[in-house]
């Protein structure tokens, strides 16, 4: 029988105390945070680092200050819109904001995309295509788009009860893509005029709930990355558009004696503070856990938070330290906020990477009828499901 909505309005009714007291538990102790926030960003940075005391992990430690009286956060109109201090008064103003900021500057980004092994196919088969849009903003020169692809076999894929089928087809996906922005670090020319791209976080500690080697693959990959851009001073920057990290609530337990909360997350604290364009000042990552095998790049992870959308929450940004010290921070972030405009909203390197990259069903439908073709040549038994002999009769 279908689910009763009479049913549910009344459970809902029943249990309504129950969301009361939750939501009015979240917001006080979200107001707390905001309050604390405010007051540790007030604090000169010297003090803020003593509020944290000589312990670690603490989540994230201050490497700069905010404005006065800005509730930690830095507007953008306020100290890095040079030389435009005003707000854009049309699309126009921001369109030649953009083309100031942009003008030969090569942005480089890698996406994904995979077919992974299923009950379509009675061996274990997956292919993974990697795609990148390189984009100089010049009117001399073209921008290139390309892919890469790759096939697991059985062999590939073979048994290991710690890592499903899945897994190591995403790691080698992971893998494809870091392995490619490493080689273009390499080959860069103009490293000064370069701002290269990771599509997610630099910190993984999404492996965490992974076993020992599949920990290793993912920390292996992007020590790779965060040394090349180090040694080739070539600017990286982990783009996460929808980040639940809590190192700067982590932080404020820390240091401002709060209760410890992983139900109040950094992008939730600070989205009502922030306009378009706004950014938190830049702090290290000391979370802890995977970092911790991280090697020499263990503290040389930085993030800050960068508001993008006019609503909704900010999005999270993570490079490495070199780029802070250098003193160019400014400069790079206004090339994140131009891709971001261009985009409408998301970085458009990353958006084009990701169409260039994406497998569509036609895509799978192809891999298939080759696949088939090629087992039936070699003599190897290969059989498709009868739903996809049907779908392909029918195609």
């Given at each position: 029988?279908?689910?009763?909505?009479?049913?549910?309005?009344?459970?809902?009714?029943?249990?309504?105390?129950?969301?009361?007291?939750?939501?009015?538990?979240?917001?006080?102790?979200?107001?707390?945070?905001?309050r604390?926030?405010?007051?540790?960003s007030?604090?000169?940075?010297?003090?803020?680092?003593?509020?944290l005391g000589?312990s670690?992990p603490?989540?994230?430690?201050?490497l700069?200050?905010?404005?006065?009286?800005?509730?930690?956060?830095?507007?953008?109109?306020?100290?890095?819109?040079a030389?435009?201090?005003?707000?854009w008064?049309?699309?126009?103003?921001?369109?030649?904001?953009v083309?100031?900021?942009?003008?030969?500057?090569?942005?480089?980004?890698?996406?994904?995309s995979?077919?992974?092994p299923?009950?379509?196919?009675?061996?274990?088969?997956?292919?993974?295509?990697i795609?990148?849009?390189?984009?100089?903003?010049?009117?001399?020169?073209?921008?290139?788009k390309?892919?890469?692809?790759?096939?697991?076999?059985?062999?590939?894929?073979?048994p290991?009860?710690?890592?499903?089928l899945?897994?190591?087809?995403?790691?080698?996906?992971?893998?494809?893509?870091?392995?490619?922005?490493?080689?273009?670090?390499?080959a860069?020319?103009?490293?000064?005029?370069?701002?290269?791209f990771?599509d997610?976080?630099l910190?993984?500690?999404?492996?965490?709930?992974?076993?020992?080697?599949?920990?290793?693959?993912?920390?292996?990959a992007?020590?790779?990355?965060?040394?090349?851009s180090e040694?080739?001073?070539?600017?990286l920057?982990?783009?996460?558009?929808?980040?639940?990290?809590?190192?700067?609530?982590?932080?404020?337990h820390?240091?401002?004696?709060?209760?410890?909360?992983?139900?109040?997350?950094?992008a939730?604290?600070?989205?009502?503070?922030?306009?378009?364009?706004?950014?938190?000042?830049?702090?290290?990552?000391d979370?802890?856990?995977?970092?911790?095998?991280?090697?020499?790049?263990?503290?040389?992870i930085?993030?800050t938070?960068?508001?993008?959308?006019?609503?909704?929450?900010?999005?999270?940004?993570?490079?490495?330290?070199?780029?802070?010290?250098?003193?160019?921070?400014?400069?790079?972030?206004?090339?994140?906020?131009?891709?971001?405009?261009?985009?409408g909203?998301?970085?458009?390197g990353?958006?084009?990477?990701?169409?260039?990259?994406?497998?569509?069903?036609?895509?799978?439908?192809?891999?298939?009828?080759?696949?088939?073709?090629?087992?039936e040549?070699?003599?190897?038994?290969?059989?498709?499901?009868?739903?996809?002999v049907?779908?392909?009769?029918?195609?």
């Amino acid at each position: 029988m279908p689910v009763s909505p009479a049913h549910i309005k009344a459970l809902l009714d029943q249990k309504r105390e129950a969301f009361s007291t939750f939501n009015k538990a979240k917001f006080e102790l979200l107001a707390a945070y905001h309050r604390a926030w405010a007051e540790f960003s007030a604090l000169p940075l010297a003090d803020q680092q003593q509020c944290l005391g000589g312990s670690t992990p603490v989540g994230a430690l201050p490497l700069e200050e905010a404005p006065r009286g800005k509730k930690g956060v830095i507007p953008f109109f306020f100290a890095e819109s040079a030389p435009a201090q005003e707000r854009w008064s049309n699309r126009e103003a921001s369109a030649q904001w953009v083309q100031a900021v942009l003008s030969e500057i090569t942005t480089f980004a890698v996406d994904g995309s995979q077919i992974t092994p299923g009950k379509d196919l009675s061996i274990p088969l997956a292919l993974i295509q990697i795609g990148w849009f390189e984009n100089p903003h010049s009117k001399t020169r073209p921008y290139q788009k390309d892919v890469r692809v790759d096939l697991l076999t059985p062999k590939d894929l073979g048994p290991n009860p710690a890592q499903p089928l899945e897994r190591r087809v995403n790691i080698r996906r992971f893998q494809m893509e870091a392995e490619r922005l490493v080689e273009y670090i390499y080959a860069c020319q103009e490293p000064e005029r370069t701002l290269v791209f990771f599509d997610g976080a630099l910190v993984v500690t999404f492996a965490e709930a992974f076993d020992p080697d599949s920990q290793k693959a993912y920390v292996q990959a992007m020590l790779a990355l965060l040394r090349a851009s180090e040694e080739r001073r070539v600017p990286l920057v982990g783009y996460v558009d929808t980040s639940y990290a809590h190192d700067l609530t982590t932080m404020l337990h820390h240091g401002c004696g709060l209760e410890a909360t992983e139900g109040i997350h950094d992008a939730q604290l600070l989205a009502r503070l922030m306009e378009w364009g706004d950014r938190i000042p830049l702090f290290r990552c000391d979370r802890g856990g995977i970092l911790d095998h991280y090697d020499e790049q263990r503290n040389q992870i930085a993030f800050t938070y960068l508001k993008t959308t006019r609503d909704g929450y900010p999005v999270r940004l993570e490079m490495p330290l070199w780029m802070w010290e250098s003193g160019h921070m400014t400069r790079y972030l206004n090339c994140v906020r131009g891709e971001v405009i261009i985009g409408g909203g998301y970085p458009y390197g990353i958006e084009t990477a990701d169409q260039t990259a994406v497998l569509q069903g036609a895509d799978k439908q192809i891999f298939f009828r080759v696949l088939q073709d090629w087992a039936e040549k070699e003599d190897i038994n290969l059989r498709l499901s009868r739903k996809m002999v049907s779908k392909q009769r029918r195609r």
